[in-house]
């Protein structure tokens, strides 16, 4: 007999969980090998890689007076230096970073500063995670460019909890197409490994969620992908009664910077070996 829809959605998330800890344990093989404050820790390339993603995610947002962030994915906490630099206008009133990596969140506290400043560990889509504050702005900044099963079924789930704890913007990116020749993404999913996600099914998940408008612009950051950086705004309450979704803008633009960031690069394979990526641990 098969599941019902409640069977169903226990099993995903059991299987979410499952992948969860397998992209940990990814991530805690790649601090074991290079120093937490190195990016390839954080699978990106250059110390470079994280603030242009920033700048990519934050693009045209516009923040006044104090900023109170929820950071889904925070790393080891970059996101703080570039908000300093970037919003000079909007003082950090509250900032949580959450991560699934305990050495990254170890790492991080150092930045720390009581209830203001704080990180934690937690898989954010675990049931038993909850949070009762509300932020003006939640971001996932590379933390949804992982394959995980399900994976539309997953940017749903995550993009409906992260919605529940923004007062108004979401930003997030994934990744939109990559180049067939590269070595650097696998052809089939891994869990764990970077995916592209493909547009269709991004549109189709944005197109479900009420009370919200949003806009995509695509990014080539790196030269065998394009990633696609989303904005979303909650409707003020008035109009969210309506529970619509409006698909602002969509804007194209395929040639970025030819530096490449959050994807470790890997050496090209001969010809012969195809053109497949190999899994982390
Ligand atoms: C590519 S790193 C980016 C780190 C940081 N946002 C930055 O841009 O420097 C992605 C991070 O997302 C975290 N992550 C992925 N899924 C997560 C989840 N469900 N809950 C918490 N953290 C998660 C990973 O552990 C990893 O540290």
Redo the contacts with the bound molecule.
Sequence with gaps: MSPGPAGLEARRFAD?AED?AR??RA?EARARVSALEAPEA???RSTED?PR??DALFSGLSLDGPLRCL?????????LDFLAARFPGAPLARYLG????PA?VEHAAARAEGRRIEFRR?????PAFRLDERFGVV????????YVRHYPAYLDA?LRKMLACTERHLLFNVIAGIDDTSPNYARAPVPGEPFALGKDPLFRVLEGLPGITYDIRDLRLFPDAVDSFVRIEKDPPARSSRSATTRRSHASAGSGSDRRC??IEKSKPSAANGSSRTSSP
């Design positions: 979410w969860a992209l940990r991530y954080l699978a990106q994280g993603f920033f950071d889904v994915g925070c790393g080891t906490g970059g996101l959450l991560d699934l990596v990254f937690a898989d954010f889509l675990d971001v996932a900044c590379g933390a949804l460019v992982h995550m959050h994807r």
